[in-house]
C-alpha cells in the first residue's frame, strides 16, 4: 500500500486537529455584530447612557494629572553608521543580508504600549544581528547619539510598515542546525502585533503594595468549660442544682495593616505579604455555683475562683483583643476595564500567627466581684483562615495603583483558648496602594 | 454552474436566521465551526491568543457575508476561505513579507511519514513554531490546496520565491519532527 504524500498526512492531521476554544470569543463576537431587531432601540439608549458616562469618566480622568513618561526617548541613528555587525556567510560564499536602517519613512510609531507602559520607540532604530544568539534584538539608541551608550533591550519592539518587498527581508528566528547549515543565514526580525502580545502575555510585572483595613468581626463561641451559667437565662431557682452554660459575646471592630508583593501575568496576579491583624470582641462567661445564689435571685456568693466576668446591667464586659501577623496568599484577577478603572475580584488563603490577646478588664461598681480576663492563654498559636472579596482599583499613573475592595475572611479552624474555643469571621473595607517595581 | 450542496431542512434554517441575525441561530452557528475555524487560525496565527483574536474576525465576517451565501457549494469550504483570507489579510498587515533567495533549496529527500500514530496537536505545534512566512507558504499549498501561482498573487511575491520557500519550510518541519520528537523518515513518495 503505497504511503500518504507528506502534505496528505498534513492535511489528514490539520483536519483531525481540535483545539479549545475560549468560552469568551463568542461574547465579543456579539457585541461586534449588529443589534437584533427587537433590541435595537433599548441598545441605542444604553450605548448613549454609557457614552455620557465614558464622556464623564473620561472628563474626570482628563482633569488629573497626565500618566508621566519616564523612560528616555530613543534619538535617531546615524543612517550611514558603518558600524554595521559582520553578519556570518552561509556555506555557498555569497554575503548575508545586510542589516538594515530602518529610516523616518519606512517606519512608524508602535502604537500599543509595551507591558510595563513604556512609550513608542521612534524611528529611526538601529537592528542588530547578534551572532552569538540564535535570536535578533534591537538596539535601542539612549540618550544622544554619541554617547556611546548602546543598550539591547529584548522587548524593544518595533514595527515596520509600508516597506517594499525589495528592501526589506522578513526576518526570521533561525536556529542552525547541524545537518542544515544552509539555513544559517542573517534575517531581520520584524515584530508584529501578534509578537508583541505574545512578549507581553509573557511578561511578569512585579508589584509592591501597602494595605489597610477595616474589619468588623463576628464570633461564634463555644464554652469549654463546664459550670458556666448566666444571669440572663432561666432563672436559676427553678433549678437550684442545675449548672447551666451560656454566653454572651459582642463584635466590634477590628483592623489590619501591611505591605504586600504581587506578581501579575496580564489580568491575574498573585499576592502575598505581611500584615498584622486585630479582631476583636467581648465576651462574659460565667461560672456560678448555683447553690449559692440567694432567693433575691442576687449573685452574692460567686465561685471567684472559676469566675471570669460578671454582669450586671451594664456593668463591666471582658474585652478580647486578638493581635496576629497574617501572611496571605491570594489570587487576584481584573476584569471590566474602563480606561484606568478595573473590577477585581479573587480570595485565598491566610495563615495567622498568634501574637497575644490584650483583653481588657471592667471593674463594675456595687458588687463584690472578682473579673479577670478572658481567653486567659490563646491554645491555638495558629490558624488558617480564608478571604474572598471584591473591588476596583484606578491606574493613577504609570507605576501606582490605588485600589479599594469589600472582604470577607473566616477562620478555617476553631482558635481554642482556656475558657472558649471560637469561630470567626469578618467582613471589612480594604484600601491599598501599589507600585509597580518591573 | 457550481453543485449545489445538499444540506437538511434544519441546516437551511440554521444559516437562514444566521442571515436574518438571530443572535441563538448565530451561536448554535459559531458552536458548530468554530473548533475547525480556530484550527485554521491557529495554524497561521502561530500562538492561541492571536488565533481566537483571528477566530473572532473570521466570524464577523462570516455573519457580515453570510447573505452572500447563496447555497452553493461546500459551506465548511466557504468558511474556510474566510477564515484563510482573514488570517493572511493580518499576516500581509503586520508582517512584511518579502523573500529573497540566496540559494536554492531542492525537495528533501526524505520526508517523515506523519501517519496516525502521531500526534495531531504535535504536529501542528511544529508548524505554529515555524517561522511565519514559512508557516504561511506551508499551510497554504500543503493543507488549504492553493497553487504556486495562487499563493503568489495572495502574498503579492513572485512564484518561484513561493516554490523555494515551501521547500525550506518542508526541510525546516521535517528537521524539527525528526530531532525533536524522533518521527522517523521514509522514502519520498513518488
Known amino acids: 500500500m503505497p504511503l500518504k504524500s507528506f502534505e496528505d ?72 553608521n558603518s558600524s554595521t555587525p559582520n553578519l556570518p556567510t552561509n556555506s555557498s560564499g555569497s554575503s548575508a543580508e545586510q542589516v538594515i536602517n530602518s529610516t523616518p519613512s519606512t517606519t512608524s510609531l508602535i502604537q500599543d504600549k509595551t507591558p510595563d507602559n513604556r512609550p513608542a520607540i521612534k524611528p529611526p532604530v538601529k537592528i542588530a544581528y547578534i551572532p552569538s544568539s540564535p535570536q535578533v534584538k534591537f538596539t535601542e539608541m539612549i540618550d544622544s547619539p554619541g554617547n556611546g ?19 526589506i527581508l522578513m526576518a526570521e528566528t533561525i536556529v542552525s542546525t547541524v545537518d542544515s547549515p544552509q539555513l544559517d543565514t542573517a534575517r531581520m526580525m520584524t515584530i508584529s502585533k501578534a509578537e508583541i502580545k505574545k512578549n507581553q502575555s509573557r511578561h511578569i510585572k ?43 459575646d459582642r463584635s466590634l471592630p477590628g483592623f489590619q495593616i501591611g505591605i504586600n508583593y504581587c506578581l501579575q501575568r496580564k489580568f491575574t496576579y498573585i499576592k502575598t505579604g505581611l500584615y498584622y491583624k486585630n479582631i476583636r470582641y467581648d465576651i462574659q462567661v460565667y461560672n456560678v455555683n448555683l447553690n449559692s445564689l440567694t432567693s433575691n435571685n442576687r449573685f452574692n456568693d460567686f465561685d471567684f475562683n472559676k469566675s471570669d466576668s460578671f454582669a450586671a446591667g451594664n456593668g463591666g464586659l471582658v474585652k478580647n483583643s486578638f493581635h496576629y501577623l497574617n501572611v496571605p496568599l ?109 | 454552474m457550481p453543485k449545489e450542496e445538499k444540506y437538511t431542512e434544519k441546516e437551511k434554517n440554521l444559516i437562514k436566521a444566521c442571515q ?43 455573519f457580515k457575508y453570510l447573505h452572500r451565501y447563496r447555497f452553493e457549494g ?33 525537495e528533501p529527500e526524505v520526508l517523515p511519514v506523519l501517519d496516525e500514530q502521531y500526534d495531531t496537536e504535535l504536529i501542528m505545534r511544529e ?49 524539527s519532527l525528526k530531532e525533536k520528537h524522533h518521527i522517523h523518515y521514509a522514502p519520498k513518495v513518488l
Open chain 1, 9 to 80: 498526512s498534513l492535511k489528514d492531521h490539520a483536519e483531525k486537529f481540535s483545539p479549545s476554544v475560549t468560552p469568551s470569543n463568542w461574547d465579543a463576537i456579539a457585541n461586534a455584530l449588529p443589534a437584533e431587531k427587537h433590541k435595537k432601540r433599548a441598545v441605542w439608549l444604553w450605548f448613549s447612557a454609557a457614552g455620557i458616562f465614558v464622556l464623564i469618566a473620561v472628563g474626570i480622568v482628563s482633569y488629573q494629572s497626565p500618566v508621566k513618561a519616564n523612560a528616555p526617548a530613543v534619538t535617531a541613528t546615524n543612517n550611514n
Open chain 1, 330 to 438: 491570594e489570587i487576584w484577577r481584573e476584569t471590566f476595564s474602563m480606561n484606568r478603572w478595573h473590577f477585581n475580584y479573587g480570595g485565598g488563603l491566610n495563615a495567622n500567627v498568634f501574637i497575644g490577646n490584650k483583653g481588657v478588664n471592667h471593674q463594675a461598681s456595687g458588687f463584690y466581684v472578682k473579673s479577670e480576663k478572658a481567653d486567659r492563654s490563646v491554645i491555638s498559636p495558629f490558624h488558617l483562615s480564608a478571604t474572598a472579596g471584591m473591588g476596583v482599583s484606578y491606574d493613577a499613573g504609570q507605576y501606582y495603583t490605588l485600589y479599594i475592595r469589600a472582604l470577607y475572611t473566616r477562620s478555617l479552624a476553631p482558635i481554642e483558648s482556656s475558657h472558649v474555643t471560637t469561630n470567626y469571621q469578618n467582613i471589612g473595607l480594604c484600601a491599598g496602594i501599589k507600585y509597580l517595581i518591573k
Open chain 2, 127 to 175: 508548524i505554529a513554531l515555524l517561522p511565519t512566512g514559512f508557516r504561511t507558504i506551508l499551510n497554504l499549498y500543503a493543507i488549504e490546496g492553493y497553487s504556486y501561482t495562487e499563493i503568489a498573487d495572495m502574498l503579492n511575491i513572485k512564484e518561484v520565491s513561493v516554490r523555494s520557500q515551501y521547500m525550506r519550510a518542508k526541510h525546516k518541519l521535517a528537521t
Open chain 1, 149 to 167: 551608550s548602546n543598550a539591547l533591550h529584548e522587548d524593544a519592539l518595533m514595527s515596520k510598515e509600508s516597506i517594499t518587498n525589495d528592501t
Open chain 2, 20 to 62: 436574518e441575525n438571530d443572535r441563538k441561530a448565530q451561536f448554535e452557528f459559531y458552536q458548530l465551526y468554530s473548533v475547525k475555524i480556530l484550527g485554521i487560525c491557529y495554524r497561521f496565527a502561530g500562538d492561541y491568543d492571536t488565533a481566537n483574536d483571528l477566530l473572532q474576525e473570521a466570524f464577523i465576517r462570516i
Open chain 2, 74 to 106: 461546500s459551506l465548511e469550504g466557504w468558511l474556510k476561505k474566510i477564515a484563510v483570507r482573514t488570517s493572511i489579510d493580518f499576516l500581509k498587515k503586520h508582517h512584511s513579507m518579502a523573500f529573497v533567495d540566496t540559494e536554492t533549496i531542492k
Open chain 1, 206 to 248: 512585579k508589584h509592591i503594595g501597602f494595605e489597610a483595613s477595616y474589619l468588623y468581626t463576628d464570633t461564634r463561641i463555644k464554652v469549654n468549660q463546664a459550670g458556666v451559667a448566666s444571669f440572663a437565662g432561666p432563672s436559676p431557682l427553678n433549678n437550684p442544682n442545675e449548672q447551666l452554660r451560656n454566653q454572651t
